[in-house]
């Protein structure tokens, strides 16, 4: 299976569509691993209901998302609520999702501390038989390919001072274009940027 990611707004190619999706509230970590013992097996998504930091039943979300991965499933598309909650879409991780570095990183939490399931070890598994767990690690080592290179030339300088979080997303935005023609689109968008002083267009503030 090819893997396939995406920079940006989170695809929902999943088992119904999010408008119809239901709605689960949870007080704690506990809360969210005991809905997921019971329901991880389900087809997604769900809207996950959680309070905001300045409430006593905050759930930080470093901690919401080494649960999901626990029970092989990620998060995606963040919502607003009202003053006391906001909410996330979440749903059973696809098998050609690409790993991040930062979910990788809560992966090895879970399983130092013994959080780790039998689904979420399965849908890791998945993920390194298709070549989506490795994926995005030239991207995290912020390695620039060769047509990258290519046309920066001169440029570089900007492109070395971009922040990291900037250049990480770039790189991934041009390694998840879908078609060649995709790809130098982007990668002409880089060099445009750059020679105008500018980030790529989708990380512009």
Not at 113 to 139: H, R
Not at 148 to 162: E, H, I, K
Not at 173 to 197: F, H, N, P, Y
């Amino acid at each position: 299976m090819p893997v396939r990611a995406a920079t940006g707004p989170k695809r929902t190619d999943m088992a119904r569509p999010a408008e119809t999706a239901p709605v689960v509230t949870v007080r704690s970590r506990q809360d969210l691993r005991d809905w997921l013992a019971q329901h991880h097996a389900e087809p997604g998504p769900v809207w996950l209901v959680a309070y905001r930091p300045h409430h006593a039943d905050y759930l930080a979300p470093e901690a919401s998302t080494e649960e999901l991965l626990c029970w092989g499933w990620i998060n995606s598309l963040p919502r607003a609520l009202d003053a006391d909650r906001s909410m996330i879409l979440i749903a059973p991780r696809r098998p050609d999702s690409a790993w991040s570095a930062v979910n990788k990183r809560l992966v090895e939490q879970a399983r130092a501390s013994g959080a780790m399931t039998e689904a979420g070890e399965a849908s890791i598994a998945a993920s390194q038989a298709n070549g989506a767990w490795s994926f995005l690690d030239d991207v995290e080592r912020l390695e620039r390919p060769a047509d990258l290179d290519l046309a920066l030339g001169p440029l570089v300088a900007g492109w070395d001072a971009f922040p990291r979080s900037v250049k990480r997303a770039a790189l991934e935005w041009v390694k998840t274009a879908r078609t060649a023609g995709t790809r130098a689109k982007r990668i002409e968008d880089i060099r445009a940027s750059l020679a105008q002083g500018l980030r790529p267009t989708p990380f512009r503030r």
